[in-house]
């Protein structure tokens, strides 16, 4: 029994010992908990005071007064001459001049090839002797008879009328004679046929006489000058085989392949060289909506690789292709390397550095660089530089406010959502209306309720550093 009650005992003092103990903790706990109050307190008051004490100077932009960066687009196309011709002759032959090869710069109008035109030659000299003669037969037409075939027609014409009338008088001497029945019917018969056949003879004579005297028909010259045109078309012929013979430069360009050699016999069409024109052209296939901003004369921009040149757009292919669903933007450049001057006001998006190359050759894989603007935006959408903005927790984003349109202020924390960005610029959405006055930099150097001045208020793009912010 007396061992009980000590147990007891021992229970009782051993759980007044760790109240006592418990309390004594408590007590200490809730001491350095009011100390730390009163110095955080304390800290607070320090740093309003100080704040209070001190304006620090920032630079602001008002919210809407940046414009958005332009963003390049590149569209990949190729290169091909404005003008290709495989040239061919227009006759078969032997070929036996070809003064071009690969490389060879030509203007137009040079004879690139010829034919051998020994059978034209030949030809030429035939039809050329049947025309003479055709044109001397015309003369003589032309000029009618000469005067001693009219003297000699004449002449024939009063023999024959000498001789009708010596038959005349024989068939009145053997009319008279029949009366007195001195001639037999034989004779007077004879009298009147031969009286007959003269007066025959003497009307054709006096007939020709008078044709010489009226002078050639018109219609036989006609048909005479008829001739000689026919003549003088064999002749046009064989010029024209000359010139089919022959294959000449149809615009200035270069040689980009020689076919043949001398020496084979060719058929009609046949290609002999390939000439394309020293004008490049570039073949972009772009989104219908970007071909339909596009117009004919516009200056962009093309690049392969870091060398740039400018080009005019001098069509636009009319259809959407069906399989790539694209429409071809036609960009002529010329053969030299030279940028022309952009019209006053226009820019063109730097896609490298080089603006010289010797790549710029037919065939080629070249890219069209196209800026977009991104001016417009979704209503209370805005551009701000990315030295505005600072990330807070859970992933959301704040710019810093100075309200009012006083050179100072407090500054106000306001949340934004980040839509994109493009390195230097943002554009956000949140609690920012178009003129509120945004702090352009130096976000670390503040904080809600922080007094500042501002020293600047830009309406345009990205700030300058103060002295003493951080890059």
């Not at 001789?163 to 004779?187: C, D, I, V, Y």
């Not at 292919?317 to 036609?330: G, S």
Request: hydrophobic share 40%; proline share 4%.
């Amino acid at each position: 029994m007396h061992h009980s009650q000590r147990l007891r005992r021992t229970s009782l003092l051993t759980a007044v010992a760790v109240f006592v103990v418990g309390l004594s903790v408590w007590v200490t706990t809730q001491s350095m908990g009011q100390d730390n109050n009163q110095s955080s307190l304390k800290t607070e008051d320090d740093r309003s005071l100080t704040n209070r004490g001190r304006l620090t100077p920032v630079r602001t932009i008002q919210v809407g007064s940046v414009p958005g960066p332009e963003v390049t687009h590149r569209y990949v196309g190729k290169l091909a001459a404005d003008q290709t011709s495989l040239l061919s002759f227009q006759r078969s032959g032997r070929i036996v001049t070809i003064g071009v090869n690969e490389g060879d710069a030509v203007k137009q109008g040079d004879i690139i090839a010829e034919l051998d035109q020994a059978d034209l030659d030949a030809q030429e000299k035939q039809i050329q002797s049947q025309l003479d003669a055709a044109e001397a037969t015309l003369a003589e037409l032309e000029a009618g008879p000469r005067p001693e075939t009219i003297e000699a027609a004449r002449a024939r014409v009063r023999d024959l009328a000498s001789n009708l009338e010596l038959a005349k008088l024989n068939e009145k001497r053997q009319q008279r004679l029949r009366g007195q029945q001195a001639t037999s019917e034989a004779e007077f018969d004879r009298a009147i046929q031969n009286a007959q056949s003269w007066n025959n003879k003497y009307d054709a004579a006096n007939a020709e006489l008078n044709e010489l005297l009226a002078g050639t028909r018109k219609e036989k010259v006609l048909a005479q000058q008829a001739t000689c045109r026919a003549i003088e078309a064999q002749l046009q012929q064989v010029q024209t085989q000359r010139r089919y013979s022959t294959i000449v430069a149809p615009f200035d360009g270069l040689i980009a392949r020689r076919l043949l050699d001398i020496g084979p016999v060719v058929s009609i069409g046949e290609p002999i060289v390939e000439l394309v024109s020293h004008v490049l052209e570039a073949q972009i296939a772009t989104p219908p909506k970007t071909a339909a901003k596009l117009a004919a004369g516009r200056q962009v921009q093309l690049a392969i690789g870091n060398d740039l040149r400018v080009g005019t757009v001098s069509r636009i292919e009319p259809i959407i292709r069906r399989q790539a669903r694209t429409r071809l933007v036609y960009v002529q450049l010329t053969h030299h390397g030279d940028l022309p001057a952009l019209p006053e006001g226009k820019e063109i998006a730097t896609c490298g550095r080089n603006n010289q190359g010797n790549s710029w050759i037919s065939g080629q894989v070249v890219e069209l660089c196209l800026g977009l603007d991104n001016t417009n935006v979704a209503p209370q959408q805005y551009w701000l530089p990315v030295t505005a903005i600072q990330r807070a927790a859970r992933g959301v984003w704040t710019v810093m406010v100075v309200p009012g349109k006083q050179s100072s202020g407090v500054c106000e924390k306001r949340a934004i959502e980040v839509l994109k960005t493009d390195g230097n610029l943002a554009l956000v959405r949140g609690m920012v209306t178009r003129g509120e006055r945004v702090i352009a930099n130096g976000l670390h150097r503040l904080a809600t309720g922080s007094q500042v001045e501002v020293v600047t208020d830009n309406q345009a793009t990205s700030p300058v550093s103060l002295p003493g912010d951080e890059t």
